[in-house]
């Protein structure tokens, strides 16, 4: 089963505190996010999780970082196991008018569903890609129809393999150097 193997479940993360992580980062070039962005993309994103799945949401601190710093970088890394160091490059921007082509095939880049029919005895995935690196790899939250919200992994292109490397979008935040 690969990269769809679960190896832990996690829960949303929840955050009492006003100062939130992101904010120490010195985020360039970020698009602010339009209305339409948030509604049409964001929102529909969600709503389309929870078509599949009740349970699916996008991580909160996910959610609350586009708001801020749509498509911004801050070109810091993590280890990751079996990679070495990973550059978080720039965050995936929702703005609609950053994809002039065609919309709906912006909304199935963002949501990769997978169901059984690919993965026999795996109930629905979905990956929702979020950041990229430099080199064309990708950061993305890894939902599964059975326990929901599983994970940050990474995603090299050129092997073809995914890494869980943390719980949470703020767990991966907390990691950057």
């Known amino acids: ?15 009492t505190s006003t100062e939130f992580i992101e904010d120490r980062f010195d985020w360039k070039y970020v698009k602010p996010l339009t209305d339409k962005g948030r509604k049409l993309v964001i929102e529909e994103i969600e709503k389309r999780m929870k078509q599949r799945c009740s349970r699916w949401e ?7 970082i586009w708001e801020k710093y749509n498509g911004g970088r801050i070109n810091k890394t993590i280890k990751v196991k079996g990679y070495g160091e990973a550059v978080f490059g720039r965050l995936l921007s929702m703005n609609t008018q950053d994809y002039p082509d065609n919309f709906e095939s912006v909304m199935n880049d963002f949501i990769v569903m997978y169901n059984g029919f690919h993965f026999p005895g795996v109930f629905a995935m979905w990956i929702l890609p979020f950041a990229e690196t430099p080199n064309g790899n990708i950061f993305y ?5 059975m326990y929901g919200y599983c994970g ?5 292109h050129e092997t073809q393999s995914g890494q869980l490397i943390c719980d949470s979008v703020q767990d991966l935040l907390c990691k950057l150097k």
């Open 1 to 15: 089963m690969g990269i769809f193997k679960l190896q832990r479940l996690y829960s949303l993360p929840t955050s």
């Open 58 to 64: 996008i991580d909160p601190v996910l959610k609350r």
């Open 141 to 145: 939250c890894y939902y599964d129809g």
């Open 152 to 156: 940050v992994y990474y995603w090299n």
